[in-house]
């Protein structure tokens, strides 16, 4: 049990490692690698744990007011600054989403001024998230949003748009996503918010095949991004430039869209799809220009870059070394990667021109 003085210093302790934990994420300068994610994953995690276990000890009402609000933060913490806005809910989101939601409705009985009801709104729908409740998320994203309260720092709107934005995308009902996202530009406090609302209503803007608007904003979010300043997030600047990168690639520009994923390459995890995926391009881009030296080089680093199993990109990256090789008349090296194709199981469009191929050689 926790009492008096002890119980204060521990609160005390733990909201400035909330606070501290919550700054550095903030102020990111760059990628964040996957040992960095779990890192601060755990770290949260471990909050979670001594606040739930600070909560069930504590024996006065002022004391577990204070620890649910600060569980309620972390939640939402892990929500915009690790998740990227999504959740994926497991059995410990939801037991806690539970106990934030019995808390909120507790404090509305009691009609307690320790939740505007603006907050009260916002953090029920949040805590519905992680119950894997989203009729009642998006009723509640969709109150907020409405509020005529003030939300002095713009937070609450901002997040809730962009959530409901999100939820309409993953229904692929891209033009109300792109509808919501352009709302939530209202509400944007600094550079990089804005950079993150732009990339979010381009993502839409890519999926509704309106290809010129969504380069317009994805390259304007490029511009306002600045990892030097707070609020970068590094995974919607990769996402701004690998889709700009693609609508170039996709339109033969390759001296425009090489330079996006040379920076995507500089930018992100050696292990990660996106680095592979980067590599690749520019290696299909090499080949077109007639780089062929270069197009095998770079593919074949895609390639060592990646552990997973084989699939259809790994199978077309082996395609289009092969037809590097070839150009350079290395038929031994052209084959290895040929009979690899044809070997395999994977589904694979261009697998009869690469059998074709390997008759010819063998």
């Given at each position: 049990?926790v009492?008096?003085?002890d ?18 994420l903030q ?12 890192s ?7 909050l ?14 002022q ?33 806690l ?7 909120i409705?507790q404090?509305?009985?009691?009609k ?33 949003c ?7 720092a ?5 997040k ?11 229904e692929?009902?891209?033009a ?33 095949h ?11 979010s ?10 970068f ?10 889709f ?54 770079t ?64």
């Amino acid at each position: 049990m926790v009492e008096g003085n002890d119980a204060a210093s521990s609160i005390r302790n733990l909201v400035e490692e909330r606070v501290a934990l919550e700054t550095r994420l903030q102020n990111e300068k760059g990628e964040l690698g996957e040992a960095d994610s779990r890192s601060y994953d755990r770290q949260y995690a471990a909050l979670q744990n001594r606040l739930a276990r600070l909560f069930r000890e504590a024996t006065d009402d002022q004391t577990r007011i204070t620890v649910m609000l600060e569980l309620m933060r972390i939640l939402e913490n892990r929500l915009v600054y690790l998740q990227n806005f999504v959740v994926d809910p497991s059995s410990d989101s939801r037991i806690l989403a539970q106990l934030v939601t019995k808390f909120i409705d507790q404090m509305a009985a009691e009609k307690s001024s320790v939740l505007t009801s603006l907050e009260a709104i916002y953090y029920r729908a949040v805590a519905a998230l992680y119950a894997d409740d989203m009729g009642r998320a998006r009723e509640g994203f969709t109150a907020a949003c409405a509020s005529e309260e003030s939300d002095e720092a713009n937070d609450i709107k901002y997040k809730s748009y962009v959530i409901l934005g999100h939820l309409s995308h993953e229904e692929r009902d891209y033009a109300k996503a792109r509808e919501l996202h352009d709302q939530s530009l209202r509400y944007t406090h600094n550079n990089n918010v804005t950079a993150q609302a732009l990339a979010l209503k381009a993502l839409n803007s890519y999926a509704l095949h309106d290809y010129d608007e969504a380069l317009h904003l994805f390259e304007d979010s490029l511009h306002l991004f600045d990892l030097n300043e707070p609020f970068f997030n590094s995974y919607f600047y990769r996402n701004a430039l690998l889709f700009c990168g693609a609508i170039y690639f996709d339109r033969k520009e390759y001296e425009r869209a090489a330079p996006l994923y040379a920076r995507v390459v500089e930018s992100v995890d050696h292990n990660s799809y996106d680095y592979f995926d980067a590599l690749s391009h520019l290696g299909r881009m090499q080949y077109a220009q007639g780089r062929f030296e270069d197009s095998a080089a770079t593919l074949q680093k895609a390639l060592q870059s990646q552990r997973f199993s084989e699939n259809e990109y790994i199978v077309d990256t082996w395609f289009w070394i092969a037809r590097s090789l070839l150009k350079r008349n290395d038929t031994t090296g052209a084959k290895e990667y040929l009979q690899k194709i044809a070997a395999t199981d994977v589904r694979y469009e261009r697998k009869p021109q690469a059998l074709e191929l390997l008759q010819r050689i063998a």
